[in-house]
């Protein structure tokens, strides 16, 4: 376990405290070059074709390599001389729509040849023989050093990082060959908690998998493995109980569409709930924007007011996500969304039917559009539903109900020690890079094993 070392001095900085007594510490502009890249996303017949690499490129991985897939575009012949990159970079963005960010960086993990730069980046690049690129990539890891950057963000609905800002960042600086062994052992630790990360990820794929299997066999063959079965005639669903019924959704209640008005959004008001608030058996308010009294009243006419019991139902993005209205308060559906009132249904059992295979296999071949798919109110009227007796759909949603209550504690716990490592492995890097922690040993070790 690697130990502190064995001598500090005072860094002179307050939020940094004391650092490695033979470490160096200075800024940015001293020891490394940062530019601001101002290369479009467009394509000019007087223009040099290119490849960028963008702010999603950088923002999504920690290495940019030649496995991503960069955008075409075209640069002039002294834009490909300043902001082609090079391995050994650290592209960081430089803006953000949150001041809390903002720098988020990658590194250029091997030499790529004609990719640019893209706007609302920028690259560092370290002076010769001042800093190991690995290191200097950890360092923009690091949330005590990053947190400069943060504060220093100006804007307002969106944010930006000065140059200055980025010039006068105060940075680490071990002697080179310490530098990378600090680099070997971040890279080396952090992939031992990324594999653990990814494999409990991959457990909770597993368990959403599982549980839409459970609810699906639930929903279409009951809980009785013994019951007499029947054809149901329609292919995707195979044989239900001898004892059901089939219908299509709009013999089972009523449906309505949203209202196609364009409201003015206010400060206060009424929640307009639209396709990206909804996600199975879930409403959420906290990004839902508002709507005057007016306009909620004129959006909620025609038995369109969302009441308990209800099912609002996406049609589009979140496509095919169902969520039963219980205690919400008062709101009103945005463009995309329907209104599914039950009668024929429990409400419940409705909310686990739409949120099934049983339903979901049925969009794809009824969905319209290539680049943003959705499914039209018609077709989801036309929604053919297994219908079981209404003391058995009671059954059925209280077996449902404590299975995913189950299912809910093992998902928390498995999230929860997502986020610890998440945090243990950020600490790492910063423990690291600052040199609260000594990692020579450590290197040496590892060689030796």
């Not at 223009?47 to 702010?55: A, G, I």
């Not at 999504?60 to 955008?71: A, R, V, Y």
């Not at 639209?274 to 839902?288: L, Q, R």
């Not at 049983?358 to 290539?370: F, K, R, W, Y």
Request: charged share 25%; glycine share 6%; aromatic share 8%.
């Amino acid at each position: 376990m690697a130990k502190p070392y064995p001598s500090y001095k005072p860094s002179g900085v307050p939020w940094l405290g004391n650092i490695p007594s033979h470490w160096a510490i200075g800024r940015l502009k001293f020891s490394a070059t940062s530019r601001a890249s101002n290369v479009d996303k467009h394509i000019k017949d007087d223009e040099l074709p290119v490849e960028l690499c963008n702010y999603v490129d950088v923002y999504n991985n920690d290495f940019i390599t030649s496995e991503l897939t960069f955008m075409k575009a075209s640069a002039t012949e002294p834009e490909i001389e300043r902001f082609e990159i090079k391995k050994g970079d650290v592209l960081i963005t430089k803006d953000s729509e949150s001041w809390d960010d903002i720098a988020v960086p990658a590194m250029v993990a091997e030499d790529l040849g004609g990719v640019l730069c893209g706007y609302h980046l920028a690259i560092i690049r370290s002076l010769p023989g001042k800093f190991h690129a690995g290191y200097l990539f950890r360092l923009f890891c690091s949330e005590m050093l990053n947190y400069q950057f943060k504060i220093e963000a100006n804007g307002v609905t969106r944010f930006g990082l000065p140059t200055a800002a980025i010039d006068n960042a105060l940075l680490l600086r071990p002697p080179l060959p310490e530098q990378e062994l600090i680099s070997e052992y971040i890279d080396r630790e952090t992939a031992r908690i990324d594999a653990l990360i990814d494999k409990k990820r991959r457990l909770l794929e597993l368990l959403e998998e599982k549980r839409l299997a459970v609810i699906t066999h639930a929903v279409t063959k009951g809980l009785d493995p013994n019951a007499p079965m029947k054809d149901s005639g329609i292919d995707w669903l195979g044989q239900i109980p001898a004892h059901w019924g089939l219908k299509r959704l709009k013999f089972t209640g009523q449906l309505y569409d949203c209202k196609h008005v364009t409201p003015t959004y206010t400060n206060d008001g009424y929640p307009l709930v639209s396709t990206g608030e909804i996600k199975p058996f879930t409403i959420s308010f906290s990004s839902a924007r508002l709507v005057s009294e007016d306009d909620f009243v004129n959006m909620t006419e025609g038995g369109r007011l969302p009441v308990r019991g209800d099912i609002i139902y996406s049609r589009n993005a979140s496509i095919g996500s169902a969520a039963r209205v219980t205690d919400q308060p008062p709101f009103c559906m945005g463009q995309d969304i329907c209104l599914v009132r039950p009668s024929d249904f429990r409400s419940d059992f409705l909310e686990f039917a739409l949120n099934s295979k049983a339903v979901l296999g049925q969009i794809d071949s009824m969905t319209v559009g290539s680049t943003f798919r959705r499914i039209n109110v018609d077709r989801i009227r036309n929604y053919w539903l297994p219908q079981p007796p209404h003391n058995e759909q009671k059954m059925i949603v209280e077996y449902l109900e404590q299975f995913g209550a189950r299912l809910h504690r093992i998902v928390g716990a498995i999230t929860s020690a997502i986020e610890h490592l998440t945090e243990y492995r950020s600490a790492l890097i910063t423990n690291a890079v600052t040199g609260k922690i000594d990692v020579r040993g450590e290197v040496a070790k590892e060689a030796a094993a």
